[in-house]
């Protein structure tokens, strides 16, 4: 089926009219129900497709940083980075299903985020694999005052002579489901399963897919964003808990291979890896796939057709994989030739 605005006004519409009878979840997690990997780990609750969950997410330093002037290593337990919310147990899901997740809202659920600097993380520092002589860049903290009215994150400089603003623009850093076989991933992760992909579009009014892959896929949710440029450079963004509000669907029988994202105007595909160009590639044959499906083209149509109209971005590489978004705006579709 091929996915135009008029289809998407058209679901939103009869969503909306559905809305009473969804079910709904409402869950603050405790800090001990807290999660740090995808996979490995039991649900916290049973899910019917069609559930909308309504909830929150402690920021990617596990509520450790509170103030100015405290380092993550110094106040933060090792290895619970990206705390997640959930995993959730979509009844009836099953591997070669796909979960379709529908964001409705995310807002800032403090006043302050955090962005930081670690040793031997970032994409202009050194690591064990890019091995340099000089020291690392030090350890560094950034609190953000979170400005409602002006919808703006600001800050000051180090040495306080300076300030700027960064506009709002809130997003899940992580949001996926269970690696097969039993794996256990650590969420700074991101992967086909989605993870810690560290992606601008997992945002409020885009919808997510994920293809599934154990039985009732087991989704979880965290790493709240509250801004992000390109790359991720520094090693985190505008860092903050968020409000969350979604709704779980459920596609029996269709795979997703790698996480894609849909909105009126666009299809976008996710992919991760190292190096960089196999993150791409990933990217851009996934979106070729889709395409394909979306319009009967066959494969090296669809690889001219995206090779002219494809937006690509380089959504993080800091990651132990490096992630790209690939879009493509669905009114340049190909559309049928007309009988003459």
């Known amino acids: 089926m091929r996915w135009t605005a008029g289809t998407i006004g058209l679901l939103c519409a009869a969503a909306a009219a559905a809305a009473a009878e969804r079910p709904i979840l409402r869950y603050v997690p405790k800090h001990e129900e807290l999660k740090y990997t995808f996979g490995g780990v039991a649900p916290t609750h049973r899910i019917a497709p069609g559930t909308r969950i309504v909830s929150w997410t402690e920021d990617c330093y596990d509520g450790a ?8 290593s110094q106040v933060q337990a090792p290895g619970h980075d990206n705390p997640q919310t959930g995993p959730f147990y979509v009844e009836g899901a099953e591997p070669g299903d796909t979960l379709v997740i529908h964001i409705e809202k995310l807002e800032p659920a403090r006043a302050y985020g955090i962005s930081s600097l670690f040793p031997g993380f970032g994409a202009l520092n050194g690591t064990d694999r890019t091995a340099i002589l000089q020291p690392d860049l030090p350890e560094t903290v950034w609190f ?83 801004a992000q440029g390109d790359g991720e450079i520094i090693g985190t963004a505008i860092e903050g808990a968020m409000n969350v509000e979604l709704t779980v669907g459920l596609i029996k029988g269709r795979e997703t291979p790698w996480p894609r994202i849909e909105n009126a105007d666009w299809m ?56 790209v978004l690939v879009k493509v705006p669905k009114s340049r579709l190909p559309a049928e030739v007309a009988p003459r």
Not at 65 to 72: A, D, F, I
Not at 156 to 172: A, H, I, M, Q
Not at 187 to 206: H, K, L, Q, S, W
Request: with cysteine.
């Open 65 to 72: 940083v509170t103030k100015p002037g405290q380092l993550p």
């Open 144 to 226: 953000y005052e979170i400005d409602r009215a002006k919808n703006v994150a600001r800050t000051k400089s180090t040495d306080g002579k300076r300030s700027w603003e960064v506009p709002l623009s809130p997003f899940l850093g992580c949001l996926g489901v269970s690696p097969p076989h039993g794996e256990a991933r650590s969420t700074i992760v991101p992967d086909n399963y989605g993870g810690n992909m560290d992606c601008p579009e997992v945002r409020a009014g885009n919808t997510v897919y994920l293809g599934v892959r154990v039985p009732g896929a087991l989704l979880s949710f965290g790493d709240g964003h509250y």
């Open 268 to 323: 976008m595909s996710v992919g991760a890896a190292r190096p960089l160009e196999d993150s791409a590639r990933v990217a851009f044959k996934d979106m070729v796939q889709w395409v394909m499906e979306q319009t009967g083209l066959g494969t090296l149509d669809a690889y001219q057709f995206v090779s002219q109209n494809a937006v690509a971005s380089v959504v993080e590489i800091v990651d132990p994989l490096y992630t």
